[in-house]
């Protein structure tokens, strides 16, 4: 597909990717198979190639409609598109570009609802006395110490997790500390940007990433080794921090520095040795988030992990799809948010678990609204 864009209500940037990213498909069609959003509606709008198709139209001729935002609105941000697509289509950065141009469309209602959700997710502060009500779990062990310190580490907070699930972080501290890492506690009175990001709001979202930088580049300087993410969620956008701004900005070499030193807590245990720990529980199903593997590219690293205490890699059906829960999206886009877990509870329960784990607070918290049995964080697992 060729394209030729020049429009003046986005940035040159975002012309750049757009250009890039649509001249990139060759219109295959590989990618339909695999996405969650197409397997339900079988209407070729709400799969990848069809969504590239309406963002083009949109740009290069102004033709784009209401229906043209509900098909965006209906993506769920996965990526299983870019993992399967054999032409490497960035199709993520181009659907944040799409978003941004056609936000305009939406009613004002529907912008006042979704600025509402976005301000109180993103915040802490505002989200802390009401995410209360929502708590999923409790810190459940004692605090440990390292004995030495052979080196530190910055932990990111989360802006829901610590409030949802305080025990994920407090599980990393305390295996980082039989490790003999300190770990640093970043208390973020910022979110990373995500929700702002997919939620077509891109300056908010530049704020954001911007203070995060600035804060995280001092740490890094000073103390910290590594940045590490218990949400595979904030990791990526982290990790994709360098693609929001031109190589001209003072910040783009600022945001490679973080991105490269940003890891997400399965990829730092995994070069550590693991030998002193144990697992409390074996009879687990794990749900790898789309932001994980099609978003960080880390798929089979948890399961590699779990296996060396013994966790059976058993294999889930349909584990490239998304579980409905994308950030936000399954507070707006509720009956195909509720759909996709109700499929994947069915093939992560197939092997009759007695607990489900995962890799991000979004994910938890979706499918726990489901599941009979417990669903936590698999390092938890490991804070026996
Ligand atoms: S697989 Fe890639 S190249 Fe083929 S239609 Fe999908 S996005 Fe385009
Ligand atoms: S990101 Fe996911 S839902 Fe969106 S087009 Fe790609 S595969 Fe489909």
Redesign the pocket.
């Given at each position: 597909m060729h394209a030729e864009l020049k429009q003046p209500s986005i940035t040159q940037h975002e012309n750049d990717i757009a250009s890039q990213v649509i001249a990139s498909c060759v219109h295959c069609g590989f990618?339909l198979p695999?996405?969650?959003?197409?397997q339900i509606s079988g209407d070729e709008l709400?799969?990848?190639r069809?969504?590239i198709y309406l963002i083009k139209s949109a740009l290069e001729n102004n033709e784009y409609s209401s229906k043209s935002l509900k098909h965006l609105d209906?993506?769920?941000?996965?990526?299983?598109?870019?993992t399967?697509c054999p032409s490497g289509v960035k199709?993520?950065k181009l659907?944040e570009v799409g978003r941004n141009f056609i936000e305009p469309k939406r009613s004002i209602l529907q912008t006042l609802y979704r600025f509402a959700v976005r301000k109180v997710l993103s915040t802490p502060l505002i989200f802390k006395p009401v995410g209360y009500f929502f708590r999923h779990s409790k810190i459940i062990s004692k605090p440990i110490k390292p004995e030495k310190v052979k080196s530190t580490v910055l932990l990111l907070g989360g802006c829901v997790q610590p409030t949802l699930a305080p025990n994920i972080n407090h599980s990393i501290k305390n295996i980082l500390a039989k490790l003999d890492v300190r770990v640093l506690d970043d208390r973020q009175s910022d979110c990373c940007g995500a929700l702002d990001q997919h939620l077509a709001a891109p300056k908010d979202a530049l704020s954001k990433v911007k203070r995060n930088i600035d804060k995280w580049t001092l740490e890094l300087e000073s103390n910290a080794e590594a940045i590490i993410s218990s949400a595979s969620g904030c990791g990526v956008m982290v990790k994709d921090y360098p693609s929001l701004f031109e190589e001209s900005d003072p910040y783009f070499e600022k945001a490679k520095r973080v991105s490269s030193k940003t890891q997400d807590i399965a990829e730092y245990l995994a070069n550590q040795d693991l030998s002193g720990l144990q697992l409390s529980e074996l009879n687990v199903s794990y749900h790898e988030p789309?932001t994980l593997q099609?978003g960080q590219k880390l798929g089979g690293l948890v399961e590699s992990i779990l296996s060396q205490f013994g966790y059976l890699n058993t294999p889930i059906k349909d584990s490239h799809i998304?579980c409905g829960s994308?950030g936000a999206y399954s507070i707006f886009e509720t009956e195909i948010a509720n759909k996709l877990m109700i499929n994947k509870l069915e093939n992560l329960n197939a092997s009759q678990p007695e607990m489900i784990v995962t890799s991000n607070i979004g994910c938890l918290m979706h499918l726990q609204k489901g599941s009979s049995i417990p669903v936590k964080h698999w390092v938890e697992l490991l804070d026996a």
């Open positions: 990618c695999t996405c969650p959003t197409y709400d799969s990848p069809g969504r209906q993506c769920l941000t996965c990526r299983s598109c870019e399967t199709y993520g659907l789309c099609h998304c994308a």
